[in-house]
């Protein structure tokens, strides 16, 4: 397995090269990182610039001074802020986790126990209901549903109660002057990561259940049954554990397609995050931002797929690797 | 004058940016227009406690020097609360006006010569820095060094003319100029002030000031910024003038319309001043319970269709003004901004901030299909079986340039060519990124027309920025300018050039007008409307509340308070 792990650390390099210079070329391709310095209207100042940051070479040659510089820490300095890009992608990183980290903790939860609950009670109506409302779940664009939880959820209730602020915050991870896990951190949190999940719940439920009822089906299960087994035991340790391997699977490859839904989430909650860095800095056409951004997703989809591959051979013990 | 130092920097911004950057002054609750002379909200409020106010954008840096603080947010929330400016824009009847600030003893003696011009401040002598240190006339010499010799600042108008910044004593500058500036009273005011030498002077100024700093010559000082959530601001105790009734404002980021609304609903914001989108403006035409607001139509936004006057079919006059002919600016104007009482449309190309120097020489144009077949006809045009004019086998086809993502300006550029294509000419609409546009298309002159706004906040007229011919951007002078519309009519440029040189206001309002109407007369362009600006509080606000359109929403922000229940 350790071997394995060594391998597939080693495959992903040159993956990760490639991908770092396509996105470098695209991104250098679509956006001019002088182009807010061209509003000083100032020609002598954009060529210093234009040589200083060696945009004037060719885009392999810029490729590969941007690259040795990114591997030894220097991230560049951001055209909008003016700021190192390191902190700015450090100081958003850690609220984007934190979502990342309840949107996956919650949607596991709630797509699995919704997934088991389908497969025992099959073509049920509890079952019926939970199928169309993942059909909708699936459909509904998160921006949408965000606002409608805000709607439903924390302004509605202000129209109907006497009360002077929200059950429920849509601004942020903290109020002004609040920090740390505390109920207002928990108030902040509950909406962005509904939104966060809903899609992934109401499609993780339906791998789930796929996979579940797949697992009840088995000869081990009816084995199982004929020996006495009581159901729960049936079910939870032997149905559901065996389940568990494409589940997490399809778990571990969606992760890194959160931080697409996290694009919109962030700019709904006014959460400074992963998100919102990617949106302001896609308008500002800020490269030396936009690079390192895509390089961080690159290498948490090529993660991702190296967990999902890991823990499928952990969980199904007939799955071995080499 | 060369181009680069006619520029004003608030022109520039809103040119290269495009956005609907807001100020204004106002109006009445509920969406109703009333007159901005007075404040809309002027409740009892008592001292203590803090209001959370939603701000649409977050300024990319607090350098205000620096190309990177082109935010106009950044000068509403951080700037204009904490460093000391030379002249105030206020109301003077119908008129906004600069007038000297508390920094100074009084009005600045101007001495005017024909080798330039000389102008000696007077610091107040009880004008200090949050530190104790005074204010002194080292500040401003370190100020006018820093922007006239300085990389990467956004804008030298003005600063470039500075030959020197005498200290004859403490509370004394003394500033020559190599010719004369009518725009003088911008030095050290509108967007830049004054700067604390004693702190900055050696340093690195970006790195110091980038992410916000301590230092503060205005009655508040900036508590924490934290990048993407807030910034905090609390009274500066060494303040010398009237000083703060709020403990604190948190003015908490919130880039969605939608959920910015919600936020003030919920009242987890207490105050919003929105960029006036469709959502937003039909939000306040249905009411807000428990919410008031201002809505001002006396901004410095002026939203126009720009024409290249070099481009095919427009290097034609008879065209322009058949073009002007043909759209209904009345009926577009009242279908936009009909829900917020805004039904006039612009009748120049001077922003209502700077009304004092404003014809209304575009009233001459009325939609009259009659008028444009005419005027084209006469230019040797004639209708196709397909309803467009052609001419020497082309048709009068054109594409309108703006700006990607503003539901406002895409119903107008829908209505827009609708309008067009009943008069018979062709249109289709390209939509594309502020950077794009701004800094390779209009400046290469690679549109025919375009759509966007220009923003306007010191009380001064600026057309020789947009119109004047040694504004043109072109490869020689490495595309420096504004004029994008490549108008370059004789008889203007003497006008525009006088403008920006006559020291008397009642001469320079004469001139501007003249210039205002021969651009009217040749439909150099076409004004659409002045932005209206918007307001949002809730009850928990008192004191004075009205918009500035030149100093935005919070310029009196320590006349804020919680009102007295």
Same mark, same amino acid.
């Given at each position: ?13 040159p993956?990760v090269?490639?991908?770092?210079f396509?996105?470098f ?5 679509a956006? *001019? ?14 060529q ?9 070479k060719p885009?392999p040659?810029?490729y590969?001074?941007w690259?040795k510089?990114?591997?030894t820490?220097n ?5 909008r802020?003016?700021g *190192? /890009?390191?902190p700015?992608?450090?100081d958003a990183?850690?609220p984007?986790t934190?979502?990342i ?7 596991v ?10 497969a025992?009670h099959?073509y049920?109506?509890?079952d ?14 998160a921006?949408?549903f965000g ?6 959820l924390a ?7 006497d009360?002077?602020?929200?059950f429920?915050?849509f601004?942020?991870l903290?109020?002004p002057?609040?920090?740390g896990?505390?109920l207002?951190?928990v108030?902040h949190?509950v ?10 719940v109401?499609?993780?439920s339906r791998y ?10 088995s000869?081990?299960?009816r ?7 009581r159901r729960r035991?049936i079910?939870w340790n032997h149905?559901a554990?065996n389940?568990l391997?494409?589940?997490?699977t399809v ?11 996290? /694009? ?5 909650f006014s959460?400074?995050?992963?998100g919102r860095?990617?949106l302001d800095?896609?308008?500002?056409g *800020?490269?030396?931002v ?5 390089m ?7 993660a991702?797929?190296?967990i999902?591959d ?5 969980l *199904? ?6 | 004058?060369?181009t ?23 109006c009445?609750?509920?969406g109703?227009?009333?007159n901005s002379q007075?404040?809309v909200?002027?409740v009892p409020?008592?001292d ?7 701000a ?7 350098d ?6 082109g ?7 951080m700037?204009r609360?904490t460093?000391?400016v ?7 009847g119908?008129?906004?006006v600069?007038?000297p ?5 009084g ?9 330039g011009m ?8 009880d ?5 104790g240190?005074?204010?002194t006339?080292?500040?401003f010499a370190?100020t006018?060094e820093?922007?006239r010799?300085g ?9 470039d003319?500075?030959?020197e ?8 500058a ?6 004369q ?10 967007t830049?002030?004054v700067?604390?030498?004693?702190l900055?002077?050696g ?9 916000g700093?301590?230092?503060s010559?205005?009655p ?9 959530t807030?910034?905090t601001?609390?009274?500066n105790?060494?303040?010398?003038g009237d ?7 948190t003015?908490?980021?919130i880039?969605?319309?939608a959920?910015a609304f919600q936020?003030?609903k919920?009242? !987890? ?7 006036p989108?469709?959502n ?12 008031n607001s ?5 901004s410095?936004?002026?939203e126009?269709l ?9 290097d034609?006059?008879?065209?322009r003004r058949?073009a ?11 279908r936009?901004y009909g ?19 404003a ?14 077949a ?7 045009w004639?209708?196709?079986s ?7 086998g082309? !048709?009068a ?5 703006s700006l ?11 209505i827009l060519? !609708?309008q067009?294509a009943?008069?018979?000419?062709d249109?289709s ?10 800094t390779?298309?209009?400046p ?20 020789d920025?947009p ?6 951007p072109?490869?020689t002078n ?14 203007l440029?003497?006008l525009?050039d006088?403008t ?5 206001v009642?001469k320079?309002?004469e ?11 040749s439909?150099a362009s076409?004004p ?7 307001l949002l509080w809730?009850e928990k606000v ?6 500035n359109?030149a ?7 320590e ?7």
């Open positions: 397995m350790i071997g394995y792990v060594l391998r597939r650390l080693v495959y992903s390099v993956v090269l490639v991908a770092s396509v996105l070329w695209a991104v250098r391709a956006f *001019d990182p002088l182009a807010k310095l061209r509003q000083s209207r100032d020609p002598g100042l954009v210093r610039e234009t040589e200083r940051l060696g945009l004037d885009v040659e810029q590969a001074l690259l510089e990114f591997v820490g991230w560049g300095v951001s055209t802020t003016s *190192d /890009v390191r700015m992608i450090a990183l850690w984007t934190q979502l980290a309840w949107a996956l903790l919650c949607g939860l709630v797509a699995g126990s919704i997934a088991v609950f389908s025992v099959r049920s109506w509890g019926h209901l939970l199928t169309g409302l993942s059909y909708i779940g699936v459909a509904m664009p921006f949408w606002l409608i939880l805000i709607q439903l302004v509605g209730p202000m129209q109907y109660v009360t002077d602020e929200p429920l915050y601004i942020g903290h109020s002057g609040e920090s896990f505390n207002d951190y108030r949190l909406l962005p990561v509904l939104t966060l999940t809903i899609a992934l109401a499609s993780w789930g259940r796929a996979a579940m009822l797949d697992s009840l089906s000869d081990y299960i084995t199982a049954r004929a020996k006495g087994v035991r079910i149905a554990r389940a391997a494409p589940f997490v778990v571990a490859l969606d992760a890194a397609l959160l931080f697409g839904g996290l /694009v919109v989430t962030e700019q709904i959460i400074p995050g992963m860095l990617f800095s896609l308008q500002a *800020d490269v030396y936009l690079i390192p951004w895509m961080i997703v690159a290498v948490a989809v090529v991702c797929n190296l999902a890991l823990s499928y051979a952990v *199904d013990p007939r799955v071995r690797l080499r | 004058m060369s680069t130092r006619n520029t004003n920097r608030s022109r520039l911004l809103a040119a290269v940016l495009g956005l609907v950057l807001l100020g204004t002054l106002g009445t609750g509920g109703s227009t009333a007075d404040p909200a002027d409020v008592r203590g406690g803090e209001v959370v106010i939603g649409e954008q977050e300024p990319a840096c607090a205000w020097l620096s190309t990177c603080a935010s106009i947010w950044g000068d509403w929330l700037r609360p460093i000391p030379t002249f105030d824009i206020r109301k003077d119908d008129d906004w600069a007038v600030s508390d920094l100074l003893t009005e600045p003696e101007v001495e005017s010569t024909d080798k000389t102008i000696t401040y007077s610091i107040n002598p004008a200090v820095w949050s530190d240190e005074p204010i006339s080292t500040d370190y006018a820093q922007i010799d990389d990467n600042i956004f804008d030298k108008s003005g600063y003319t500075i030959t910044v005498a200290t004859p004593d403490p509370k004394t003394v500033v020559h100029l190599d010719q500036y009518a725009n003088w009273r911008m030095l050290f005011s509108n830049y002030g700067l604390p030498a004693h900055l002077e340093k690195d100024r970006t790195a110091t000031m980038r992410d700093y301590s230092f010559g205005g508040w000082i900036i508590e924490s910024w934290k990048r993407g807030s910034v601001l609390v009274p105790e060494n303040y010398w000083k703060p009734h709020l403990d604190k404002v003015f908490t980021f880039p969605d319309t959920a936020a003030l919920s009242g !987890q914001v207490d105050a919003l001043y929105p960029t989108q469709l937003a403006m039909s939000q306040i035409e249905a009411g807000l319970p428990g919410i201002q809505v001002d139509p006396q410095g936004n002026l126009a720009w024409i290249n006057n070099d481009a095919f079919p427009f034609s006059e008879a065209v058949a002007t002919y043909s759209i209904d600016r009345d009926a577009l104007v009242d936009i829900a917020v009482d805004v039904e006039d449309p612009a009748q120049s190309f001077l922003s209502p901030l700077v009304s004092a120097y014809s209304d020489s575009f009233d001459q144009y009325e939609l009259d299909l009659d008028e444009a005419s005027l084209m006809e006469e230019d040797g004639s209708k196709g397909d309803g467009i004019w052609e001419k020497d082309r !048709q086809s054109f594409v309108i340039h990607a993502g503003n539901k406002r300006r895409d119903l107008m550029l829908q060519q !609708q067009f009943d008069a018979g000419f249109v609409i390209e939509t594309t990124t502020p950077a794009d546009l701004f390779k298309v209009a290469a002159g690679d549109f025919q027309m375009g759509l966007w706004t220009l923003v306007d906040y010191f009380p001064e007229p600026t057309l920025q119109f004047g011919s040694a504004n043109i072109t490869k490495g595309y420096s300018g504004i004029n994008f519309g490549r108008v370059s009519i004789d008889e440029d003497p525009l006088e920006e040189t006559e020291l008397d009642d320079r309002i001139t501007t007008k003249a210039a205002d109407k021969v651009i009217a007369d439909a076409i659409i409307v002045g932005i209206p600006n918007i809730n008192g004191g004075t509340v009205s918009i359109p100093e935005g929403p919070f310029w009196n922000l006349a804020w308070g919680l009102a007295e229940q």
